[in-house]
């Protein structure tokens, strides 16, 4: 059904607008008149019209006039202007106040349909917006928890740190800097028994989210879901540190966080807060709230307030150090062969006589990135595999031979990790593409190939692009087109019959998509010849 409100002073011109659309959409339109400009913005604020007929010369206040003041409270209703004035400033002001069209008085009966066609085909064209923004958000409203769990696992779980980058663009966090809030649900650690822990969980379920909705309503946060008795929380931050007063700040807003909580859930919470990190590091600050809630009692703990953990002594590189094992994990050999060399030649130059200290600290590094490869699947583990190597490093006296065994050792993790990166990536590629060349003529999304292979569908995405240089869509189309070609070669088929033969069950939508792809209609591409 239409709103339609045709304002004009002349009752003959309105008994005929209103004559000609009833009888022509007789069971599509509502209409209500209107002989001023007071009774147009008085009937528009009562009937909120879709589409208003609106003269200009009315006594009182004019139709431009109440054109604007209507604007003001419906931002979506379409105006047509009628004047019996062909007159360019009204015409002018009348489309800077966002009329449709602006009609010369007599208005035929044909103008008048026309207009009213048109105007009914804006407001199904605004409605379907509107309805497509509703569907969005409400998929949003389910798929968001969803991405914002999978974000906060790749930061907790081991082996899922590779995802995070894909989650963040996702989620579209601009800041580099978060820490995590890890909220215990129910009594504390040392006195929940399984029964209880398990009750818990189960009851978290049902309010978990009602949980989403107060947190989110106190801070800027990505939750994740409720697992083992606790909910964890990545909370943004601008800056690579909070200062005392914003620990404070930061304490006393998960004090209320938690007090709003247990006033509308009825259950008991504990707090424990971690550090500010950078977003690849995020998983001291997990480990760091862990270790709060484990060594305090407390209802709200920070980490800084709990017992202080070892330093590095006097200049210690422990950014190389850091560096060294970041690029051994992603593989990357060049990196880890420089800042390796760099730590190697800050042992020799700060501590040239200390043979046994620095032999030690070369062992400590390979067995450290081994433990790595085998973490990461690259390695496997023997009891006597590293045998000769506490012989082999003692006999190493000159500093550029073990500088060499040192690299040996290190480059052999950091290759292993490589391999294995690389064979993973390939393999569930691989398999991708053969299951789309099996399954093009079906409606595979990318979500059933993400599933096939085994991997979330953020990171398939991602590895399918960076693999293959075309997104999963693109390669699906491709794959789909190509086939279609040789189908409109090889035979007589009709354009609807190759259209479902390649998967798409809209021919229309195929024939769309073929000409964009190859610049011709599927007809002219089989009358061209093409190859």
Known sequence: MYRILIADDEGIMVESLKGVILKNYPDTCEIETAKTGRAAIEQAEFFHPDIIFMDIQMPGINGLQAMREIRSFNQTVLFYVISAFDKFDYAAEAIALGAERYLTKPVNRRTILEVTQEAMDKVDQMRRKRSDQLKVQEKLETIVPLVENGFVSSIVMPGELQDADYYRQLLEITE??????????????????????????????????????????????????????????????????????????????????????EQQLQIRFRVGIGCVHSMSELRFSYQEAVRALQESASRIIHSSDTRARGSYEGDFPADVEKAIFDCLKKGDMEGMRAQAGSFFDWMIKRYPDSRDNIRLKVLEYIIWAEREAFREGAVNYGFEYRNNYLTEVMMLDDYEQLRAWFFEKMSAACEAIRDRKEKQSETAVTKARNYILEHYDTDISLDDVSREVNISPYYFSKLFKEESGENFIEYLTRIRVEKAKLLLKEGDLSVKEISSRVGYSDPNYFSRLFKKQTEMTPREYRESGSE
């Open 176 to 261: 580099q800097y978060a820490y995590i809030c890890i909220f215990r649900l129910g009594a504390s650690i040392k006195d929940e028994s399984e029964e209880q822990s398990m009750e818990i969980s189960i009851r978290a379920q049902d309010f978990y989210p009602q949980f989403r909705a107060i947190v989110k309503s106190y801070m800027h946060c990505m939750i994740g879901s409720a697992t083992s008795s606790r909910i964890v929380a990545v909370v943004p931050f601008e800056r690579p540190s909070a200062e005392y007063e914003e620990r404070i700040q930061i304490i006393e807003l998960m004090r209320r966080i938690a007090d709003r909580l």
